[in-house]
């Protein structure tokens, strides 16, 4: 794209942006109040234990 496309594009998405529209990329703010408070691994790492806890529990009522 030429310098010219990129500065009318640019005045485009300001426009929009000013007369209410959202905008495509949300800030940085809104990106971290999406955010789980806990970790991905984390919370692997709590199911594994749960899930893998209940098991055990399952095996030894059945076989003991």
Do not use: C, H, M, Y
Not at 41 to 46: D, R, S, T, V
């Amino acid at each position: 794209p030429t310098q010219f496309e990129l500065r009318q594009k640019n005045a485009q998405f300001a426009d929009a942006v000013r007369s209410g529209k959202k905008a495509v990329k949300p800030s940085r703010q809104e990106q971290l109040s999406k955010r789980s408070p806990i970790s991905l691994w984390a919370l692997g790492i709590i199911l594994f234990v749960v899930i893998g806890g209940v098991l055990f529990e399952l095996v030894r009522l059945i076989f003991l």
